[in-house]
């Protein structure tokens, strides 16, 4: 594949993978919007992982699993990702400046916590960090990095960007690169649509595994209502802090997730003709704005503004799990 | 959520930087919005680094005391736990959690310390210093 000279443009994003892939893709011809590439990889969703720990609380994701989206968009682009991971960090560092070299925009996989440039605040060894590499700085051998949550491109020495990329741990990256081998095309949205769609929809309602989708949450809300309510309450609420960081924060984002899958919503009732997701686009905010709710409910608690109350937040997560099961019940048959 | 609602009420834990939030706008359609940052998110993410800071601190004072080793401190400083440490050097749980015992950690062979080092990100003097 012929590589577009280097016009690379930096665009801020609210989700890590979904704003590089959107990056690489209008990169190379084909404008996409990060909503869209969310939505058409079917990346939305809910799992509760109570087995798999980090910093010893259970790994919530108010979405599919890293690469989810790298894959997804696959098909309904006609674009072929090619993804590569390494043993040795030599290797691993050796090939990434090949590509560049060429002149390619290379997807990376890394550590949050060794990538120097995040506020010391907000460093923690969460390993699904996606940022995309466009070029090096001659001089001082500088990565030039376009981190999608952050406002401005970004720049990052060798060094720490090998240890971001080759950090162990849960998730671990493995040096783990990505770039498309061939042109994305626009799809045929009147099929693409849909058919992304459907497959969020049996993710969230049907999945076989009652950790996943809406199950998941009400799973959730049942794991918080077994929390003491009184006592040492330390643990508690760190474990309800928890659910409430998976959902906002940098990388992730589970209210913004929501309002981000409106906004495909909106976009694809046009491109498919399919008027009635505009409507449905409408009630998904309200959904989100009632994480919101849940998260501010939490905080407050927290801070104790208001007493622990985790019967209160185990409701408020079943009423998000019956209005999100409402919800993709209507979006199922909206696009029948 | 609309676009005026977008809150912007600044987050220590930002530094400086800012959000895209996905809001509707004026014209009824969703589109990003930059965001300085919300109270709730703030406490949450602080609620975090204290606990880490907190457990820090606790090492650090049991390791001047003499009640635990360096490396139990280090471990918390980098924002780690035993479970987490043991999987980015390689060593075994039970075995990091023998080498918190200040006596044991002492006579720990320079390739071990090595490895400690090397994980936390931290120098050999560093890792045996408490400052």
């Given at each position: 594949?012929?590589d577009?000279p ?8 609210s989700?890590?993978?979904s ?6 893709v209008?990169?190379?011809?084909l404008?996409l919007?990060e ?6 990889s ?8 109570p087995?798999?720990k980090?910093?010893?609380?259970p ?30 960090t030599?290797?691993g560092?050796?090939?990434?400046n ?12 890394t ?10 605040d ?9 940022v ?8 001082s051998?500088?990565y ?7 406002e ?8 720490d ?11 671990a ?5 990505y ?13 693409a649509?849909p058919?992304?769609i459907?497959k ?9 595994i009652p950790?996943?989708g ?5 799973r959730?809300a049942r ?9 040492d ?15 906002e924060e940098?990388g992730?984002?589970?209210?913004g997730?929501?309002?981000m899958?409106a906004?495909?919503?909106?976009e694809?009732?046009s ?19 009632g ?7 939490t905080?407050r ?5 208001d007493?622990?109350d ?14 999100e099961?409402t919800?993709?019940g209507s ?6 | ?10 987050n ?5 930087h ?6 509707r706008?004026?014209?009824?359609r969703?589109?990003i919005?930059?965001?300085?940052g919300w109270?709730a ?16 601190a606790d ?11 360096p ?12 479970t987490?440490?043991?999987q980015?050097?390689?060593i075994w ?6 080498h ?23 120098s050999?003097d560093?890792?045996k210093?408490?400052?």
């Amino acid at each position: 594949m012929q590589d577009t000279p280097n016009t690379f443009s930096h665009q801020h994003a609210s989700h890590c993978e979904s704003g590089v892939m959107s990056a690489i893709v209008r990169h190379y011809g084909l404008p996409l919007s990060e909503p869209m590439a969310l939505g058409l990889s079917s990346a939305v969703s809910f799992a509760y992982l109570p087995f798999i720990k980090l910093g010893g609380l259970p790994l919530v994701a108010y979405r599919m699993p890293p690469r989810a989206i790298i894959r997804g968009l696959q098909k309904p682009l006609g674009i072929r990702m090619r993804t590569e991971t390494f043993r040795s960090t030599a290797r691993g560092e050796a090939r990434l400046n090949s590509l560049l070299d060429e002149g390619k925009v290379v997807g990376l996989q890394t550590s949050v916590f060794w990538l120097p440039y995040f506020p010391g605040d907000m460093r923690f060894h969460f390993n699904a960090h996606n940022v995309l590499a466009y070029g090096r700085d001659s001089a001082s051998g500088e990565y030039l990095l376009s981190d999608p949550v952050f406002e401005e491109p970004m720049r990052c020495a060798p060094a720490d960007l090998a240890r971001a990329r080759f950090a162990r741990g849960v998730l671990a990256p493995k040096g783990l690169l990505y770039y498309p081998e061939t042109r994305p095309s626009e799809p045929d949205w009147g099929k693409a649509v849909p058919a992304a769609i459907r497959k969020t929809v049996r993710i969230m309602l049907r999945a076989p595994i009652p950790l996943i989708g809406i199950r998941g949450m009400e799973r959730v809300a049942r794991a918080v209502e077994r929390l003491p309510a009184s006592g040492d309450l330390q643990k508690s609420k760190l474990f309800v802090g928890h659910l409430v960081r998976m959902q906002e924060e940098i990388g992730t984002g589970g209210g913004g997730f929501r309002y981000m899958y409106a906004s495909f919503l909106e976009e694809a009732a046009s491109l498919a003709a399919r008027p009635a997701l505009t409507e449905l686009a409408g009630e998904l905010v309200e959904i989100g704005d009632g994480w919101r709710e849940f998260a501010l409910a939490t905080a407050r608690m927290i801070r104790d503004r208001d007493p622990f109350d985790p019967a209160r937040l185990a409701a408020l997560l079943r009423q998000q799990a019956a209005r999100e099961k409402t919800f993709f019940g209507s979006l199922d048959r909206a696009i029948q | 959520m609309d676009a005026n609602e977008v809150p912007q009420e600044g987050n220590a834990t930002l530094g400086g930087h800012r959000k895209a939030m996905y809001a509707r706008g004026a014209d009824g359609r969703i589109g990003i919005v930059p965001s300085s940052g919300w109270e709730a998110e703030e406490i949450v993410t602080l609620q975090a680094v204290e606990d880490l800071d907190r457990l820090a601190a606790d090492a650090r004072k049991r390791a001047r005391a003499g009640s635990t080793s360096p490396l139990e401190y280090h471990m918390y400083k980098a924002r780690m736990d035993l479970t987490l440490l043991s999987q980015i050097s390689g060593i075994w749980a039970w075995r990091v959690r023998r080498h918190l015992r200040p006596d044991i950690f002492a006579r720990l062979r320079p390739a071990l310390l090595a490895r400690y080092a090397e994980a936390l990100g931290i120098s050999v003097d560093q890792l045996k210093r408490v400052d």
